[in-house]
Each structure stands twice: as structure tokens, then as C-alpha cells.
């Protein structure tokens, strides 16, 4: 589903990727591990199409309508209500049965209580459930998360291992993060960074 | 003969821009005919082929960088930029002439009557603003593209500026001053063409020179990078 | 060609909700234009004939409208909201248009109260006038929301968005200006439409351009 040759990207003069290979096979599922600060967010973020490579080739069977992303910031809006915000992303994406949709996963990850809250009253565990919802709302066959596990507590995580093992069989999965422990079992292939 | 001239086109750009200006300025000072207007004539020789110099390098600016968004020319960035640069060099050029040249015939060192150098002073915000824009914005395809866009923008703006400038004039400033220019005899239009051959050969060995230096700069960071 | 309004739709509406939700952008322009009237009056001196007076208006709207530029892309590049919109499958121009929109919007509410305030301070406003703040608010919106997403990706932010905007904004007042003043208004109100079409295909088209990284 994602092939890439000879990758690279540098910021100013700065090279943070340097000539990688990657292929990750439709229904994969690929640890990205390593430091803070050695490329990981980098290579999520071209490979969810929002940076474009300085070198190299790169080939994702998907196109954005299908790909969903996780980054550092959960991407909400912070005077719109978790509701309105996935409402919004609910009509970006075209969602069939948008309502539904949203009320399932606003359910899936605890967050039906808090739905017509401001998402600037937020916890940072409750943003990062906002944004997986967000992530998850059109249904996406490519799943690009950057360290997902951050910021939630137990219950969050424990919502989030639930919800990952139950898309695993369906999905491609690109994911990056400090904890491969927990990941390993849902794993294909992994790449370390160094 | 032609092979040197190929592999050494800075130099042949160069020497030949040396030659013209020189027959230029000579022309210019000795062979020209002096008409009333005396020393007011003499500027215009240089400021009008400044100018027209300027407006083919912000058109080459703009040209490099269609070519960076339509058909990803690597390195048309950079050209651009150097065009840019290099316009906005002769632009200041056209200012600094142009007052001289109102200041000799009208006694101002401004005239806003002139819709010329009104045009001119737009233009040269314009493009200034772009060299604050480029070195604001880190390296990379998005500065790259930025910078074309507002190249190509500048360019828009110049037919748009000019009949601002004509429409300002109802209400700015009744039309009080002789329009039209000097009038040219067959010596003063062979000194012209003379003049703005070497200013256009001037500004393409300035703009060849640019380039390989940063082309260069480059060169030598990439080396520096892959033995780091 | 539907899916395309109705993205711009959803995503004007959201900028007009955020808006309304922080109050905080359309209440400053209305400050600083009737605080610029203000600042006007003590710059006229007593000869100075109506149409300076209106020649200050335009300058004051020009100015009012990079105030509000100025935030058009505040929350899209603080907390990085842009990915989220350039993740979407909608075209990135519908993001240009959307937000042109919404800055369209909050410069005809800023003008409704500004446009009065200058007939009680200074001299009437008659329909040419307001038919040229109409047109320069369109072409104002389309180019200014253009430089503002340029602004927004550069370390300089507010402080280069003036120098981009107002060499660009120059035909703006002319034409403004001259519908003001002038006993026949058409040629400049036909001069801001041009200008309007002009630059709002130039920067519908290349948009996409500046947002990608």
C-alpha cells in the first residue's frame, strides 16, 4: 500500500530523512520506533500527504479520503463543541450516516457525556480521544498514528487497544511510538529509527 | 570560436557587457548631440534602458517561476530569485536615475506626475517585500513555491498598477506637466539602442554571475553535508 | 462540482461560528476603524476639503481590513488546524474560498458601522461609495487572504503580512477612491471589478501552492 525508494526530506539545511526504503504491504502493519526528534513524525506526515518529500519516490495506494492521520496535535477546534467538531470533519469527508458514525465513536471512546462540551475545556487525554475519533470518523483503510497512546490515561488506553485490535483485521497501520511493547502483538513489520 | 563562447558564457556575458557600457557611456557623453534639454537628455539615456532592463528581469522572474510550478524545473527556483534580485537592483537603479532625471527637469527630486517612477516606487515595495518574504520562510518546496506565486502575482500587478496610476491622476493631480519625452534623432536612437543593449548585456552577465555563485553555495553545502 | 460548494459552505460556516464564538476579531476592526476616524480628525487641518476626508476613509478600511487579515490564519497555523484541513479530501482552494468568504463577511459588518460613523463625523457616503466598498471588499478579501496564508507559514507573521498587502492594496484605494470622489464613478467601480476578477482567479488557482509544505 505504501512504497517509498530513496526517501528524503531536509528542513532548511537540515536532513531529517535520508534515502529510506519502506514498503508496507495493504492490511500491514508497520512500528515506526526510535528517539525524539530522529524523523519518525516526519515520515508520518509525508506518508499521510502532508509534507512533500525533497527526494526520493514514494507510492500510496490510497487517496485522501482514505487515509486517516494522528499527530501531535489532536486537530480540533477549540471553541466548537466535540459534536460540531467532528460534525464538521463528518461533512469534509462526506461520511454516509455522519450522525451515526459520530455518536458510535463519541460512545466507543467515552466521550458521549463531554459531546456538547468546548473543546477547549478539555483534558489533553480527552483531545486525544477527540482526535482519534477524528481520525477514525470516515472509516479509513490507511491508519497513520503518531504515538496515539500519548496523553491518555488507562481507561483511554485500554479504549484505544479495544478499538485497534477490532479494525487490525480490516486495515493498513503505520504507526509510530515510545511503547512497542504494547504494539508488538498487532505488528507486521517494524522499523527502527536511530 | 563558438565552442569557447559556450563553455564560457559568464565570461563572453562579461566582456561583452564591459565593451558595451563603454561604447555606451562614450556615445553617451561625445557623439550624442546635445540638444535644449542639455544634461536632462544624458540621464535619459540611462534611465530609460535601467527601467526597461528592470521590467525584463521581473518578467524572467516571473517566467522561472511558472516554470517551478507548472513543470517542477529543478533550479528555476533559484533563477528566479536571482532575476528578482537583480530587478529589484535596477529597479533602485530606476528611482535613483529618475529623480535625478525630475530633479534636472523640474527642479523636484519627486514628481508624482510622473507616472513612470510612480509605477516604479509600487513596483519596488512590491518586490522588496518578496526578499522579506523568501528569507522569513525556511528552505525547502513550500518557500520555493511561495515565492513563485508572489513572483507571478508581481507581474499581474504591473498592467493593474499602471491604470491605477492613470485613474489616480483625475483626482490626484491635474495633468500639469510636458508628457511626452524627448524626441529622437537618428544619432540619439542609434546611442539609445546602444545604451539599452548594454544595460539588458549588463544585467545578464549580474544575473549569470548570481547564479553560479549560489549555485556554488549549493554545491559546496551538499559536500559538506554528505561528508559530515 | 456540488461536493465543492458544499465543502466551501461547511468550512465558511465553521470560520463564521469560530468568529462568533471568540468574539474577538470583528469587534477590534470595529475599535480601530472608529479609533482611526478619531485619529483622522486631528490629522485634517481646517482647509482640508471633503474629499481628503475621503480619501482617509479608504485608508482607514485598507488598514481595518489587514487588522483582520491579520487573524485569518492565526488558529489554522498556532495549533497547525491547517493539517486538518489539508487531510480532507476537498480541494485547498475551497479553503481560500471559505475563507475569503468569512473575511468578506466580517468587512461588510465592520463597513455597516464605519461607513455610517464617517457621514456623522465627516461628509455624506452616497451610493458610489458604498458600491466601491462592496467591490474592494472582494478584491481586499481575495488577495489578502492569499498573502495571509503566505504570512502565516514565514517567522515573521504580522509583521510581514502589511508589507505584502499594501503595494497590492495601492489599485484598491485608487478605485475606491476614485468612486468616492469622482463625478462619474463607473470607470472606477469598472476598475475594481477587474481588479476583483483578476486576482481572485489568480489566487483561487495558485492557493494550493502555498499551502502544501
Not at chain 1, 504491504?25 to 525533497?54: D, H, W, Y
Not at chain 3, 487531510?87 to 468568504?101: E, H, T
Not at chain 3, 492594496?169 to 467601480?189: E, K
Request: with cysteine; hydrophobic share 55%.
Amino acid at each position: 500500500m505504501i512504497t517509498a525508494r530513496g526517501l528524503s526530506k531536509r528542513y532548511g539545511s537540515k536532513r531529517v530523512l535520508q534515502a529510506l526504503d519502506l514498503t508496507v504491504p495493504r492490511g500491514g502493519f508497520l512500528l515506526v520506533t526510535g528517539p525524539n526528534g530522529s524523523g519518525k513524525t516526519t515520515l508520518l506526515r509525508i506518508c499521510a500527504g502532508l509534507a512533500t518529500p525533497t527526494g526520493g519516490e514514494l507510492e500510496i495506494d490510497a487517496d485522501r479520503a482514505a487515509i486517516g492521520f494522528l499527530g501531535h496535535e489532536p486537530l480540533v477546534y477549540r471553541e466548537l463543541t466535540a459534536l460540531e467538531n467532528l460534525d464538521l470533519y463528518g461533512r469534509l469527508y462526506h461520511v454516509p450516516e455522519r450522525r451515526e458514525r459520530i455518536g458510535m465513536l463519541l460512545e466507543r471512546f467515552g466521550l458521549w457525556a463531554v459531546r456538547n462540551d468546548r473543546a477547549g475545556s478539555f483534558s489533553r487525554g480527552m483531545l486525544q480521544r477527540l482526535a482519534l475519533c477524528r481520525a477514525l470518523l470516515h472509516g479509513p483503510e490507511l491508519l497513520v498514528l503518531d504515538e496515539p497512546y500519548n496523553a491518555l490515561d488507562t481507561e483511554g488506553a485500554a479504549l484505544l487497544d479495544r478499538e485497534l485490535a477490532s479494525l487490525r483485521p480490516e486495515r493498513t497501520f503505520l504507526v509510530a511510538t515510545h511503547d512497542p511493547a504494547r504494539l508488538a502483538p498487532l505488528a507486521s513489520d517494524r522499523l527502527a529509527f536511530a | 570560436m563558438s565552442t569557447w563562447l559556450r563553455n564560457n558564457q559568464l565570461i563572453a556575458l562579461a566582456g561583452g557587457a564591459a565593451g558595451l557600457v563603454s561604447a555606451a557611456v562614450a556615445l553617451i557623453f561625445f557623439y550624442a548631440p546635445v540638444d535644449r534639454d542639455g544634461l536632462n537628455q544624458k540621464i535619459f539615456y540611462f534611465h530609460v534602458p535601467i527601467a526597461f532592463t528592470a521590467y525584463v528581469c521581473f518578467g524572467w522572474g516571473a517566467w522561472k517561476a511558472l516554470r517551478h510550478l507548472w513543470k517542477r524545473s529543478p533550479g528555476a527556483d533559484l533563477e528566479s530569485y536571482v532575476a528578482i534580485h537583480q530587478g529589484v537592483i535596477f529597479g533602485a537603479l530606476t528611482l535613483a536615475t529618475g529623480s535625478l532625471w525630475a530633479k534636472v527637469r523640474w527642479g523636484h527630486w519627486w514628481v508624482w506626475s510622473e507616472r513612470q517612477l510612480v509605477l516604479f516606487l509600487v513596483l519596488f515595495l512590491f518586490y522588496s517585500a518578496y526578499f522579506m518574504l523568501r528569507f522569513s520562510i525556511e528552505e525547502g518546496p513550500q518557500r520555493a513555491n511561495i515565492c513563485a506565486v508572489y513572483a507571478i502575482f508581481g507581474v499581474v500587478l504591473i498592467p493593474i498598477s499602471i491604470l491605477a496610476i492613470r485613474l489616480a491622476e483625475n483626482f490626484i493631480h491635474p495633468i500639469a506637466f510636458n508628457k511626452h519625452g524627448p524626441q529622437m534623432a537618428t544619432s540619439q536612437f542609434a546611442t539609445f539602442c546602444v545604451a539599452l543593449a548594454a544595460m539588458l548585456v549588463l544585467a545578464g552577465a549580474l544575473y549569470r554571475l548570481e547564479l553560479a555563485g549560489k549555485r556554488l553555495d549549493a554545491q559546496l553545502r551538499e559536500l559538506r553535508e554528505a561528508l559530515a | 462540482m456540488k461536493r465543492y460548494f458544499q465543502d466551501v459552505l461547511v468550512l465558511a460556516r465553521k470560520d463564521l461560528l469560530l468568529e462568533l464564538r471568540a468574539r474577538d476579531t470583528v469587534p477590534a476592526m470595529l475599535l480601530f476603524v472608529i479609533a482611526a476616524f478619531v485619529t483622522f480628525h486631528f490629522a485634517l487641518p481646517s482647509q482640508s476639503s471633503d474629499l481628503a476626508a475621503k480619501g482617509l476613509l479608504w485608508v482607514a478600511l485598507v488598514f481595518t481590513a489587514l487588522l483582520g487579515l491579520t487573524r485569518a490564519f492565526v488558529a489554522e497555523r498556532n495549533e497547525r488546524l491547517l493539517d486538518g484541513l489539508l487531510l480532507a479530501p476537498c480541494d485547498r482552494s475551497a479553503i481560500w474560498l471559505a475563507k475569503g468568504v468569512a473575511v468578506v463577511a466580517f468587512l461588510a459588518i465592520a463597513e455597516v458601522v464605519a461607513l455610517p460613523a464617517f457621514s456623522i463625523f465627516f461628509s455624506g457616503v452616497d451610493g458610489a461609495t458604498i458600491a466601491g466598498a462592496v467591490l474592494a471588499d472582494v478584491g481586499i478579501a481575495a488577495v489578502g487572504t492569499l498573502l495571509a496564508a503566505m504570512a502565516s507559514v514565514s517567522r515573521a507573521r504580522e509583521l510581514l503580512l502589511p508589507l505584502l498587502f499594501l503595494p497590492v492594496a495601492i489599485p484598491v484605494v485608487v478605485g475606491g477612491v476614485g468612486a468616492s470622489v469622482v463625478d462619474n464613478p463607473g470607470r472606477y467601480l469598472g476598475f475594481l471589478a477587474l481588479y476583483d476578477g483578476v486576482f481572485a482567479i489568480l489566487s483561487w488557482a495558485s492557493f494550493e501552492y502555498v499551502v502544501t509544505e
